[in-house]
């Protein structure tokens, strides 16, 4: 399979701006940094920075920790969406400030000379709305939902997260499992230069990577989809929306990139209350995927007329759909409101799991509406007591908890 085309202006954004500097620390684990590692080579580059995965070895590379990247790197480079780059930078601006090192975007430029914002209030996000959304699906002949982030939300900021959680019950359980949220990743990342990976097929890969018996693949792989269960919940404003196509009468199917087949997705889905789909595309089902536009062509050969696709990533479920001849009406994560929001910054402070878990909740549950700050441009406004006491008082009386 070959590269994206973000991965591929990342590499060409990596030459142009820091091939041939020394002592280079990319900020990112991803398949963006595995992207230039892979393609480019560079010796210079000494390691790389995530604060989950400190002390590993990811791609060849070590996982450099503030103080080490403190003594070693010359500059950084953070490889991220644009939309998350501020909030690495927060957590990260000592190094600038303090051991005068420079951090820079792909793109190049140096970020203590660019002015943060915490949120943008002049976003064209927030001129989207409820009632603009149905008179596009009052148009349609079929009306196509991604699932996660769109119609299901997790419990933690990201899916990722979910990894570090399941490394716990496998420690409890006995199961080698030494740095397994950076090989779960991993492994996936592996599958899908050859194919397009379902669950067991990535835990197989793991199996050889651990040494894991039979038994032990299959009990970790039954931990996770227990683990995601657990996580995923209705995303309730759009539940509103999906059932109005239907109360339209419209065909009403889901698309999505992911790895769990579709009876474990048609479980996740009745568990939140979403019934009566037409058709159910999973693009490990069809060796297909959203985000290099096949499995819009799938679809698109099974539908005719006006078809309207909803979801929450911007490059795929908006341009490459519109590519692919389907008209779109993109919406923001719960996660994208946050870092778009007056409290993104947020984000820069919940560095461990379990703070990340509480802010994930929280996430999910003050912006189930995608629209929700629309009417304030980006400013969070809690005017429900439950709401606020839900958000801003539980992860205070939970962190206590849990530090007693």
């Known amino acids: ?35 230039i590692l892979t393609e480019i080579q560079d010796s210079n580059i000494i390691g790389l920075m995530d604060p989950l995965s400190e002390g590993s070895v990811v791609l060849g590379k070590p996982v450099l920790s503030v103080e080490e990247a403190s003594r070693q790197a010359a500059l950084i480079v953070i490889v991220a969406r644009p939309t998350v780059v501020p909030i690495i930078f927060e957590r990260i601006r000592d190094l600038e400030s303090t051991h005068h090192i420079p951090i820079y975007n792909i793109e190049g430029e140096r970020l203590i000379e660019e002015e943060q914002r915490p949120f943008s209030s002049d976003l064209p996000y927030w001129n989207c709305n409820s009632e603009a959304l149905k008179q596009k699906i009052v148009l349609a002949d079929v009306v196509s939902f991604d699932i996660f982030d769109t119609l299901l939300a997790r419990d933690v900021l990201r899916p990722v997260d979910l990894f570090f959680f399941l490394e716990r019950k496998l420690q409890k359980e006995g199961i080698p499992c030494k740095a397994f949220a950076v090989q779960r990743q991993a492994a996936e990342a592996q599958l899908n230069q050859v194919c397009v990976p379902d669950l067991n097929q990535i835990y197989a890969q793991l199996g050889v990577h651990y040494a894991w018996t039979k038994e032990t693949v299959g009990r970790a792989c039954a931990l996770e989809f227990a683990l995601e269960q657990k996580a995923c919940h209705a995303r309730k404003h759009m539940q509103d929306i999906y059932n109005y196509a239907f109360e339209l009468k419209k065909t009403v199917i889901l698309v999505s990139d992911m790895y769990l087949n579709a009876d474990k997705m048609r479980i996740l889905l009745e568990k939140a209350g979403y019934m009566g789909y037409h058709r159910l595309y999973i693009s490990c089902e069809h060796q297909a995927t959203k985000e290099s536009g096949a499995l819009f062509d799938v679809v698109r050969k099974d539908y005719s007329g006006t078809i309207l696709h909803i979801g929450d990533n911007a490059a795929v479920d908006d341009v490459m759909a519109r590519m692919h001849g389907f008209d779109t009406y993109p919406i923001f994560s719960a996660y994208d409101m946050l870092l778009h929001s007056s409290i993104g910054k947020l984000v820069a402070k919940a560095k461990a799991p379990d703070s990340m878990l509480t802010l994930g909740i929280a996430t999910r549950k003050l912006f189930d509406d995608p629209f929700v700050l629309g009417s304030t441009k980006g400013v969070v406004c809690a005017d429900d007591l439950f709401l606020l006491g839900f958000v801003f008082i539980g992860p205070v009386i939970s962190c206590f908890v849990r530090w007693m």
């Open 1 to 35: 399979m070959g590269l994206s085309q973000d991965a591929f202006y990342v590499i060409e954004s990596y030459k142009k701006h820091f091939f041939g500097k020394k002592n280079i620390v990319l900020y990112g684990i991803g398949i963006n940094t595995k992207a």
